[in-house]
């Protein structure tokens, strides 16, 4: 009896995040092109993939939105990225260079597992923010959600034996992974 009502509300979860999504999209599909693209920058703070993401308009689903938003993203110059960069705060901070309100908050919701830590981990995370950005001459990008001070420390430290264009290649793929999650924010789906 209890798989059967798990199963009965698992349904229902999945048929109502259908439904949303497909609002979303009839909702955003309308719109005018500006503000098509205003509405999903929070989602990834470069103006250029918001711009492109709503020029490719309409989509149907959250996995064609998926599928375009990686193409575009992987089509931007390295200008592009570091703008989508900038909309983020640094690891345990609370502001951007250039952000949304929305955007911020999100931030602060991916970064949260990160910053329960005691207050060496955090005094050792502002460090090694500020050797990597010494270093590479922009923000530490990691996508942080569910990730515990001690992951993104190892991480951090990981990452600057990367050479420049390594690390703008991997600096590119986490921010590809936070407009994912983003995303998925967006349209309401888990």
């Given at each position: 009896?209890?798989?059967?009502l798990?199963?009965?509300?698992?349904?229902?979860?999945t048929?109502?995040?259908?439904?949303?999504e497909?609002?979303?999209?009839?909702?955003?599909?309308?719109?005018?092109?500006?503000?098509?693209?205003?509405?999903?920058?929070?989602?990834?703070?470069?103006?250029?993939?918001?711009?492109?993401?709503a020029?490719?308009?309409?989509?149907?689903?959250a996995?064609?939105?998926?599928?375009i938003?990686?193409?575009?993203?992987?089509?931007?110059?390295?200008?592009?990225?570091?703008e989508?960069?900038?909309?983020?705060?640094?690891?345990?901070?609370?502001?951007a260079?250039?952000?949304t309100a929305?955007?911020?908050?999100?931030?602060?919701?991916?970064?949260?597992?990160?910053?329960?830590?005691?207050?060496?981990?955090?005094?050792?995370?502002?460090?090694?923010?500020r050797q990597?950005?010494?270093?590479?001459?922009?923000?530490?990008?990691v996508?942080?959600?569910g990730?515990?001070?001690?992951?993104?420390?190892?991480?951090?430290?990981?990452?600057m034996?990367?050479?420049?264009a390594?690390?703008m290649?991997e600096?590119?793929?986490?921010?590809?992974?936070i407009?994912?999650?983003?995303?998925?924010?967006?349209?309401?789906?888990?």
């Amino acid at each position: 009896m209890l798989d059967t009502l798990k199963s009965a509300t698992t349904m229902a979860d999945t048929t109502t995040n259908l439904i949303d999504e497909k609002a979303v999209f009839a909702r955003w599909n309308e719109l005018d092109a500006e503000a098509a693209a205003r509405e999903v920058l929070p989602c990834c703070g470069s103006t250029a993939w918001a711009e492109a993401l709503a020029a490719r308009r309409p989509f149907e689903d959250a996995a064609e939105l998926f599928t375009i938003s990686d193409a575009v993203w992987s089509g931007l110059a390295e200008d592009d990225w570091c703008e989508a960069f900038d909309s983020h705060p640094r690891i345990g901070q609370q502001k951007a260079k250039a952000a949304t309100a929305e955007s911020l908050a999100w931030s602060s919701d991916e970064q949260r597992a990160a910053m329960n830590s005691d207050e060496t981990a955090k005094l050792a995370l502002v460090e090694a923010n500020r050797q990597y950005e010494e270093k590479f001459g922009r923000i530490f990008i990691v996508c942080a959600s569910g990730r515990s001070t001690a992951e993104i420390l190892a991480i951090c430290k990981g990452r600057m034996d990367n050479d420049a264009a390594t690390e703008m290649l991997e600096a590119a793929e986490q921010q590809r992974q936070i407009t994912q999650l983003r995303l998925r924010r967006w349209l309401g789906v888990n």
